[in-house]
Every structure is written in structure tokens, then in C-alpha cells.
Antibody, heavy 121, light 106 residues
Framework: QVQLQESGPGLVKPSETLSLTCTVS????????WSWIRQPPGEGLEWIGY???????NYNPSLKSRVTISLATSVNQISLKVSSVTAADTAVYYC???????????????WGQGTLVTVSS | SYELTQPPSVSVSPGQTARITCSGE??????AYWYQQKPGQAPVLVIY???ERPSGIPERFSGSSSGTTVTLTITGVQAEDEADYYC??????????FGTGTKVTV
């Protein structure tokens, strides 16, 4: 059974960089699109971006200038960095495995439990 | 940017049928996917490719599509189905898009 676990600081100061790691167990990173998704308290889901095991990425245009997603395949980890954070970046951050369809679409079949990141001084 | 619109809330009595709609301009050409999210938990995939049900998801969950609207139907709603439900699709640039979310109250 594939399991995903997010980890990282729960508190980040404004203007600093948010850094999270997702560790995948019970399966390989290869062949899937690994996404980060966030959810501000009491609000809906927002897709942040994905990375394929080859290293290719795609980011939400609304966050693209501040987001970097990377892979460490040797340790089955996916990382997220969001720079210049503000209070609006306060959210539960999820990593999720993306199942890719040939017509260029994808959906999320496995999710981590999520980790709350608060941006505050 | 591409948007998927859902009703904010749906209320249903136990044993009745709940229908949750999701509207989006590209849905005639793109699949929709549905997730159930209970308080304090991660979302769970309940429908993929408009109508397919993952293994382990009860048969009372079904999906349908008509034009620019897709529908998640829960037949014979149970108390445990009380949750938020989100549709999801992908726009023409490959950007993932989630619907606005619907709170189902049983």
C-alpha cells in the first residue's frame, strides 16, 4: 500500500521560504506525477504543481513565480519550496500521487495526511 | 482562468439520494474526478474519469456527465457520507483545477 508523509516546519515567517518534503513508501516514484496541493483553513483545495519522475514540472500559473518542486528519487522524496511567503500562504499542504491519462489529464489516487503551515512573525 | 462551479451545500435525509453538480466549460472535452473530504482528513478519490469507481468505494457512489455538467450521485445516503465533496479536472495548459466544493449534510 502506497503511503505519503509530509514533513517540515509548521511555522514560517513572512517573506521567508516555505520548505516541505513528502516521503513515499510502499511504492516507487517512477511512472507517476507527484503533486502538491494546499488548502487554507476553512477553504477549498488549490493545486500547486506537479513533477514527473523524469524531472519535468508544471506549476499553477498563480504561484509559478514562487514555487519549485523537485525530486530525490534515491530516497523516494518530493520537495516543495514556496518563496516570499505571506499570510495568504497559510494552509494545510498535501502531497498526492497523480495518475496520468494518455489524453494529458491526471487525478490523485493517493494523498498524504497533510501538514499545516502557518505564516506568521 | 478555468473554473469549476459547485453548489455550496446539499442537505439530504438518510436513505435518500444526494446529487452534487459540477459545471465547467471544458467538461465536454475533459474528464472529471470526485473527492470526498471529511473534517481533519485528506481527500479520498471516489470517482475518476467521470463514471469509474475506485476499488473499495461503495456502489452507492456514482458519476455521470452531460455537456458542461458532471454529477456525483450518492444513492441511499448514510450518515458516514457527510463530508465535503470536490470535483477536479485539468485545463488546456495541464493546470489542475478543483471545484469550489460542496458540503453534504445528512
Amino acid at each position: 500500500q502506497v503511503q505519503l508523509q509530509e514533513s517540515g516546519p509548521g511555522l514560517v515567517k513572512p517573506s521567508e521560504t516555505l520548505s516541505l518534503t513528502c516521503t513515499v513508501s510502499g511504492g516507487s516514484i517512477s511512472g507517476y506525477y507527484w503533486s502538491w496541493i494546499r488548502q487554507p483553513p476553512g477553504e477549498g483545495l488549490e493545486w500547486i504543481g506537479y513533477i514527473y519522475h523524469s524531472g519535468s514540472t508544471n506549476y499553477n500559473p498563480s504561484l509559478k513565480s514562487r514555487v519549485t518542486i523537485s525530486l530525490a528519487t534515491s530516497v523516494n522524496q518530493i520537495s516543495l519550496k514556496v518563496s516570499s511567503v505571506t499570510a495568504a500562504d497559510t494552509a494545510v499542504y498535501y502531497c498526492a500521487r497523480g495518475e496520468w491519462l494518455q489524453r494529458g489529464e491526471y487525478y490523485f489516487d493517493y494523498w498524504g495526511q497533510g501538514t499545516l503551515v502557518t505564516v506568521s512573525s | 482562468s478555468y473554473e469549476l462551479t459547485q453548489p455550496p451545500s446539499v442537505s439530504v435525509s438518510p436513505g435518500q439520494t444526494a446529487r452534487i453538480t459540477c459545471s465547467g466549460e471544458a467538461l465536454p472535452k475533459k474528464y472529471a474526478y470526485w473527492y470526498q473530504q471529511k473534517p481533519g482528513q485528506a481527500p479520498v478519490l471516489v470517482i475518476y474519469k467521470d463514471t469509474e469507481r475506485p476499488s473499495g468505494i461503495p456502489e452507492r457512489f456514482s458519476g455521470s456527465s452531460s455537456g458542461t455538467t458532471v454529477t456525483l450521485t450518492i444513492t441511499g445516503v448514510q450518515a458516514e457520507d457527510e463530508a465535503d465533496y470536490y470535483c477536479q479536472s485539468v485545463d488546456s495548459t495541464g493546470t489542475g483545477v478543483f471545484g469550489t466544493g460542496t458540503k453534504v449534510t445528512v
